[in-house]
């Protein structure tokens, strides 16, 4: 990349960051170009000569976003593909713990990113993000487990939103719980612990 590449680039950064920024106090349609361009200290001329509208702006600061979260992952994709693929059945528990974490801990470092993501879900992708992660964890996993393929694409919509519910809530509370404590929470939700637990606790009441 030459200098003036790099200049562009830079620019380009600048405003999709800025319009980051202003999504935390407000909604996307009521952002204006002067803002971007105050936040992003370029002016207007500079602004159009990246885009013709706000929505291309969007577009581009929605795929920086995701590139950060899938270029902080995809060195180690191939690596978590082969222990799941080779690790014992019973094993497999534990292995979501150790992939899962990473993910989680992105999300809480860039946790203002995140939720600003979702607090424009639809317009962000966010469902993208939660897709990646439930494809490289979960569904490995699912499928070594030997589920009818018929019935995967239920199974993985109906585990898909759950988690997506957990991770919603763990944002809104600022990550306030820790990593581990959501992560045990997710892999519970999965492999079906939940209702144990539910029954252990009726049992010791009736006691």
Not at 32 to 54: D, G
Not at 93 to 117: C, G, K
Not at 159 to 178: N, P
Request: charge should be negative.
């Amino acid at each position: 990349m030459n200098r003036s590449e790099s200049k562009y680039f830079g620019t380009a950064v600048r405003m999709d960051e800025a319009l980051m920024s202003l999504l935390e106090k407000k909604d996307f349609p009521y952002i204006t170009v002067r803002e971007v361009c105050q936040a992003a200290q370029v002016n207007r001329s500079t602004f159009y000569l990246h885009y013709e509208t706000m929505t291309d702006l969007l577009e581009e600061a929605v795929q920086h976003a995701l590139r950060q979260f899938y270029e902080a992952f995809s060195p180690a994709q191939s690596a978590i593909r082969d222990a799941i693929a080779s690790a014992s059945l019973s094993s497999l528990n534990l292995l979501t713990d150790e992939y899962l974490t990473p993910y989680l801990r992105f999300m809480q470092e860039h946790r203002s990113l995140f939720t600003t993501m979702q607090r424009h879900a639809t317009l962000m992708g966010m469902d993208n993000v939660y897709r990646y992660l439930f494809d490289h964890i979960f569904s490995p996993i699912l499928a070594r487990l030997a589920v009818d393929e018929k019935n995967h694409p239920y199974i993985i919509t109906f585990y898909l939103h759950g988690l997506i519910a957990i991770v919603q809530q763990w944002l809104s509370e600022d990550c306030k719980r820790s990593i581990e404590e959501i992560s045990e929470l997710m892999r519970n939700c999965v492999n079906g612990q939940i209702t144990p637990m539910a029954m252990d606790i009726m049992k010791n009441a009736d006691a």
